[in-house]
């Protein structure tokens, strides 16, 4: 980072918006008024003077023409001032009808710039356009302001320091959030070009179309392009089936499903996992994630590095009470109640969790226990088909049947309708022989009442909850206790988002014992990475090898003795600093 970057960066807030509201303070002030204004005064000081010189036959400075003009425009001029000759009396009759008009206009506007410039809740649309207009370029232009693009917008804005811009269609109080800490806001329709050109789309550099309607996603992404050839385009879409058909035809970079990525999240956590983050790589995913170990869990008793080796996955971390170590000794046994978190293939993932053993008799038994799926909206109805397709027995509820209710009954999901905070519902569906439910409905108070029946009539069942705010989501997560996971789908997908923004899809940003950690891939090239020991990079501090890939053949853990290729490639984790200095050490020579 240079040097000027660095400053940049220690600046104070009050000071950055300080600079941002004067400059656009000097493209709202009317300049153009005001020169005619000055200009008009001039010119009629100058004829008043000449005239007075000719007519009165008395010489007068510029600066009490100057004067007497403005006097005469604010009706300030008396008769024992006016001139003895008759034919001045035309300035003291014309100059106000003209200037006064000007002036009025002129003072209005100026009161009504600096009003809004001290007032910042006085700020309406014309000032985030001129804001727009006057400050921003090369921007990323957010479109759609509910969950997922305040949570992009927020990440965008205060990790990254990006510029950004957001279109919304209506106001609301995460945008006026956003507007408050700095952000320009347009308020109209997406799909209209006028709002599209207020929020300098023909300038942006990337485009984040995140409206909660596939439709009206889609008709923006076509304007978007239509108006702004080169910028990349980051689609959100329901129906990530079609998502290839989607690129080729609108010319998207990128398609994400909001519900897709939280679903997987939501489905582990129902069995028993907790993924930090997803990674594709080769058509595969791979995890990071949080593994407890419960009293039965099969791999009690065994060390760190046996189960590295027969279960395919890299150990990450190893915590045991208040103590996380990162990189632990591969000697160290597992104990009851140990946290791992592991790098691996989701179907490795589910070996490793105390009910990929314990349970699976019971899973393939004639009589299986039910996870209860809450909310049949496009996130439940992805939780329970993925459940479904981890051989669990899933019962589905919902208020009302939906369009995507008859989707889940072909896969032999059964279905019950009615008001699923009501314990008779819950109890129907069999929420007292559960394992876990799911509570996924768009409503976090109703996610809320179903988890509190729900361990009411089952104070064994697992949770997981669906619940946008953070702060609550922690102290809910205390008041419920163990055997609780709550999430925002919205949290869960925004770093897609956030990457896809950057061009950085090969990484992700996670947290590590409370330390920001970089998932990245690394593809190793003619530099000085070029025959290096895994085993060496292992070492250095603050990084991390997960998985070695060579020739499609991908090895999880990464053996330690393997020199690196060209051509390889490597998937870390690091400090976003260490990752940096790895990517210049492995820039090809003459780069």
Same mark, same amino acid.
């Given at each position: ?82 001139? $003895? ?48 207009? $006057? ?6 232009? #957010? ?89 990349? #385009? ?80 890299? #150990? ?97 999901? @059964? ?156 998937? @870390? ?19």
């Amino acid at each position: 980072m240079g040097l000027f970057k660095k400053i940049r960066k220690i600046r104070p807030r009050w000071w950055v918006n300080l600079n941002r509201d004067i400059r656009v303070f000097a493209h709202l002030f009317p300049w153009v008024m005001t020169t005619i204004m000055v200009g008009e005064t001039i010119m009629a000081s100058y004829l008043f003077r000449l005239a007075h010189h000719l007519w009165q036959g008395e010489p007068i400075s510029p600066i009490k023409a100057f004067f007497a003009i403005i006097n005469m425009t604010f009706f300030q001029l008396t008769f024992a001032d006016m001139p $003895s000759d008759s034919r001045l009396d035309i300035f003291p009759i014309l100059v106000p009808l003209v200037g006064l008009p000007l002036f009025s206009i002129f003072g209005l506007k100026v009161i009504n710039v600096i009003r809004i410039f001290f007032m910042r809740d006085e700020r309406g649309q014309e000032w985030q356009e001129t804001l727009v207009r $006057s400050i921003v370029d090369n921007h990323i232009l #957010i479109c759609g302001l509910g969950r997922i693009g305040y949570r992009v917008t927020k990440t965008l804005s205060e990790t990254y320091d990006k510029p950004l811009v957001g279109i919304n269609d209506v106001q609301s109080s995460l945008v006026n959030e956003l507007i408050v800490a700095g952000l320009p806001v347009i308020l109209g329709n997406t799909e209209n070009e006028e709002t599209l050109k207020k929020a300098g789309v023909e300038r942006a550099e990337v485009v984040v179309v995140c409206t909660n309607a596939d439709w009206t996603n889609l008709g923006t992404a076509v304007l978007v392009r239509k108006l702004n050839p080169k910028a990349r #385009i980051i689609l959100r879409l329901f129906e990530d089936d079609v998502m290839d058909e989607i690129k080729d035809h609108f010319k998207v970079d990128e398609v994400i499903s909001r519900s897709a990525v939280a679903a997987t999240t939501f489905a582990y956590a129902a069995i028993g996992g907790e993924i930090v983050e997803t990674f594709k790589l080769a058509q595969r995913d791979y995890v990071l994630a949080h593994v407890p170990l419960g009293p039965s869990s099969p791999v009690l008793g065994r060390t760190i590095g046996d189960v590295a080796d027969e279960q395919d996955v890299t #150990i990450v971390c190893h915590s045991r009470g208040q103590t996380l170590t990162v990189e632990p000794d591969p000697n160290t046994k597992l104990a009851c109640y140990d946290t791992l978190f592991v790098f691996t293939t989701i179907q490795e993932m589910i070996e490793l969790i105390e009910y990929g053993i314990e349970h699976h008799m019971i899973l393939t038994s004639h009589h299986r226990q039910p996870i209860l799926v809450c909310g049949l909206g496009h996130t439940g109805y992805r939780v329970a088909t993925n459940l479904v397709n981890l051989g669990c027995h899933v019962i589905a509820l919902d208020f009302e049947t939906g369009r995507l209710a008859p989707r889940l009954s072909e896969r032999g999901i @059964v279905l019950k309708f009615g008001d699923m905070r009501w314990q008779s519902i819950l109890t129907e569906a069999g929420v007292t022989e559960a394992m876990a439910i799911a509570a996924c409905s768009d409503d976090d108070l109703t996610n809320l009442q179903i988890a509190l029946r729900a361990r009411a009539l089952n104070p064994n069942i697992r949770v997981a909850m669906r619940i946008f705010d953070d702060q609550l989501n922690e102290q809910l997560c205390q008041t419920f206790g163990p055997n609780t996971v709550i999430y925002s789908t919205s949290a869960l997908a925004a770093p897609n988002f956030v990457s896809a923004a950057l061009n950085r899809m090969n990484m992700r940003i996670v947290d590590i014992g409370g330390k920001r950690q970089a998932i990245a891939r690394v593809y190793i090239q003619r530099a000085t990475l070029q025959d290096v020991p895994i085993a060496k990079l292992q070492q250095e501090e603050d990084l991390t090898i997960l998985l070695h890939a060579r020739n499609g053949e991908v090895t999880i853990p990464p053996p330690m003795e393997t020199h690196l290729q060209v051509g390889d490639e490597i998937i @870390v984790m690091a400090t976003e600093e260490k990752l940096d200095s790895l990517n210049q050490r492995n820039q090809p020579h003459g780069n």
